[in-house]
């Protein structure tokens, strides 16, 4: 990767205990200009003081292969009024201290390179809090908890199902009875509805003595402190900010969720983890359901139905990105970071990685609570990471969509893997979808079998085990350098199609297990009545009808699989068949139907299909009073385009409520007769 004269690229070898890596530096980064030293942050500060001192914005950015002294160096060019860009990169612990730290070259120069990728910064999300907390417990250990933050918080203690709890000695907080039924929201806004609420008498002599229960009170509160040992009141509740759970019987547990709880008084803000747009959305169309992926796979339950499409609440969304890796159209998208700077940032690192002299790549996908901390350990006390394994940062694994799982394959990397941690804390099922898909697509490709995978381990020494022993892939012959930009369905589209390009073993056609986002459809033509419900409840366009004539057009390209088209069309003759089809990816539109239009009997105007208008004009004639005999000529009315029908209605004196016209008014006596008159032939 050029990144031009300007760029400043300091490389240590961090007292000699690492090669510094500065040749294949230079050979990976065209022409920026490389600096190396043996300990740049002690006896070689002057050498980063002298590069930083008067250096103007426009000289180009800086970049240091280090993490550990990063404070210090941005304190020195703070000090040196250093207003241009500067960056680090961690190329000791994931690159140097390697038992293949002699052929890391390559891996450094491309950590480097990828650390100068730009990335937008995410919108925030602002909690306030006054520090109204609701301690709910069943024992004297909820109001021990309420006395320990009475100083800093403004407190109630709610005891469900209490027995023989002593009474305090000194009222100095309210304490209630009352069982949580429902319990919604988050910090500062938590909504709760409590049966059997009750005060305590103030006489309460051996233990507390409660009034009369009532059920269905309502309770707010900014703060939720859980030591009731039941179930929590939230899923992923160790994710759902200001709810604070811990076992009654853990006195540690107790006291760390006390101190947790005591912080939270104030304003607060984390990083808007999905953007999100409704009119992308797929999820229903005149109450009619389409896709649930996101629905399906929230584990914190931020995501509802609202109408046509749906709602993600940012202060409860936690941000593990199932939702973004999964939605077919990009409704979703995650945003820290985008799918377009995650891409980009691996495009550079394995463009960089190639042009250094690396072969074999094997791409790592990792979060910094877990993986982070792993690569490190296995730096720092063990054989370290090979020199053919590329870490790349996340925020949390399960962001990772089919693109970036498969673009690494395209621009000429081996493989793909995540590291994460033995048990989960949640469930992940929309990650081994993910997976599964993104091997199918590969290997039907010739990329080789297994070229995506999890590795789920707590162990370092594990994880250098596993990624040994990924098996060699089947090589691109001619490697991509495609560009991902744009929204995220965009990014998949084109990586789909650079995938097949730069593919081993390309074929025309991949099938695809339910609940993929791509497909075509299966229309029975002779049952479709072009009514084109199904291009109304298609959100993507993949759908289209004609602009001259009644007909049916079909984009796969644009088709999502969401399943609208389906559950919308009358005549059921629509069903979903999911593939990647790279020949009517690259063709235009196809048409499934086209019909004549019929005209207008009056004015000539075209206007629905020929054929759906005889059908019912054969239908209703004959068959039907308000269109058969004397009322013949009412059939002219379904000829007629909507225009030229109300103006035969209303100028023509149509009631199409009347009913046929009865020749006298018959009475109980002609009835009689009739009778009378039949019994009389049956005698």
């Known amino acids: 990767m050029n990144l031009g004269k300007q760029h400043t690229f300091l490389v240590c070898s961090c007292e000699r205990t690492m090669p ?113 907390v609701l301690v709910y417990g ?45 319990a919604l929201g988050y910090l500062g806004a938590f909504d709760l509805t409590v049966d059997g609420f ?46 604070l759970r811990a076992d009654p019987g853990d006195r540690a547990a107790v006291a760390e969720a006390v101190r947790k709880a005591s912080d939270l008084a104030g304003d607060f803000d984390k990083p808007r983890y999905i953007a999100f747009s409704a009119d992308l959305c797929a999820h229903s169309r005149s109450r009619i359901t389409g896709c649930t992926r996101c629905l399906d796979l929230c584990p914190t339950g931020a995501i509802a139905p609202a109408g046509d499409h749906v709602a993600i609440d940012p202060h409860i969304c936690a941000g593990c990105g199932s939702c973004a890796a999964a939605c077919p159209t990009g409704a979703a998208s995650y945003a820290l970071p985008t799918a377009e700077d995650l891409l980009g940032r691996v495009r550079t690192l394995l463009q960089t990685y190639a042009k250094a002299g690396g072969r074999d790549a094997v791409v790592l996908f990792h979060d910094g609570g877990h993986g982070g901390p792993l690569i490190d350990a296995l730096g720092r006390f063990g054989d370290g990471l090979a020199a053919n394994v590329l870490p790349v940062a996340v925020n949390e694994i399960t962001q990772i969509g089919i693109e970036a799982w498969t673009a690494p394959l395209a621009w000429g990397a081996s493989a793909a893997r ?36 999890l590795i789920e381990t707590d162990d370092p020494d594990a994880l250098r085990a596993a990624l040994d022993a990924v098996p060699p892939g089947v090589a691109s012959p001619r490697p991509g350098s495609f560009l991902p930009l744009g929204g995220k369905r965009s990014v998949l589209e084109s990586t789909m199609t650079e995938l097949h390009r730069a593919a081993p073993s390309p074929v025309d056609s991949v099938a695809l297990p339910v609940g ?65 089809d790279f020949q009517a990816w690259s063709a235009p539109r196809r048409t499934v139907k086209e019909e004549e239009p019929f005209h207008c009997i009056r004015c000539d105007k075209p206007f629905g299909t020929k054929s759906t208008v005889e059908r019912i004009v054969a239908k209703l004639e004959g068959g039907h009073w308000m269109f058969s005999g004397e009322n013949s000529s009412r059939l002219d009315v379904v000829r007629m385009c909507d225009s030229c029908r109300v103006d035969s209605v209303m100028n023509e004196g149509l009631d199409p409520y009347a009913g046929p016209r009865r020749t006298a008014t018959r009475t109980t006596a002609d009835y009689l007769r009739e009778r009378e008159m039949r019994s009389g032939e049956s005698d």
């Open 198 to 243: 009750a005060l305590p008498a103030p006489s309460s002599r051996e233990a507390l003595r409660f009034g009369p229960g009532r059920d269905g009170a309502a309770s707010r509160c900014d703060i939720l402190l859980d030591l009731t040992g039941d179930a929590p009141l939230f899923p992923a509740h160790d994710v759902r900010d200001g709810y």
């Open 418 to 453: 995540a590291v994460g941690p033995s048990r989960r804390r949640h469930d992940a099922p929309g990650l081994e979808r993910t997976i599964d898909i993104a091997n199918l697509i590969a290997g039907s490709l010739g990329y080789g079998d297994e070229r995506c995978g």
């Open 138 to 182: 069943r024992d004297e250990t909820a109001i021990e908890a309420g006395r320990l933050l009475a100083g800093a918080l403004d407190v109630t203690v709610m005891l469900t199902r209490p027995e023989g709890v002593m009474p305090p000695r000194v009222w100095d907080f309210p304490v209630a009875r009352g069982t949580i039924r429902t």
């Open 20 to 132: 510094s890596f500065g040749d294949s530096v230079a050979r990976g980064c065209g022409d920026a200009r490389v600096e190396t030293g043996d300990h740049l942050c002690g006896a070689e500060l002057d050498r980063v003081r002298a590069i930083l001192e008067g250096r103007p914005p426009e000289d180009g950015p800086v970049t240091i292969g280090c993490i550990q002294q990063a404070p210090l160096f941005s304190e020195v060019a703070e000090d040196l009024g250093f207003a241009g860009d500067l960056s680090f990169a961690n190329v000791r612990e994931t690159a140097g201290w390697s038992d293949q730290a002699e052929g890391a070259g390559p891996k450094a120069a491309a950590l480097l390179a990828m650390a100068r990728q730009p990335a937008s910064a995410p919108e925030s999300v602002s909690f306030h809090s006054d520090g109204v």
């Open 516 to 580: 993929a986002p791509f497909g075509t459809l299966d229309i029975d033509a002779e049952g479709c009545t072009l009514c084109l419900s199904c291009v109304a409840a298609c959100p993507t366009g993949a759908l289209s009808d004609g602009e001259e004539r009644p007909a049916l057009f079909f984009t796969e390209s644009a088709c999502v699989q969401c399943g609208l088209c389906a559950a919308t069309c009358p005549e059921k003759v629509i069903s979903l068949v999911p593939q990647l």
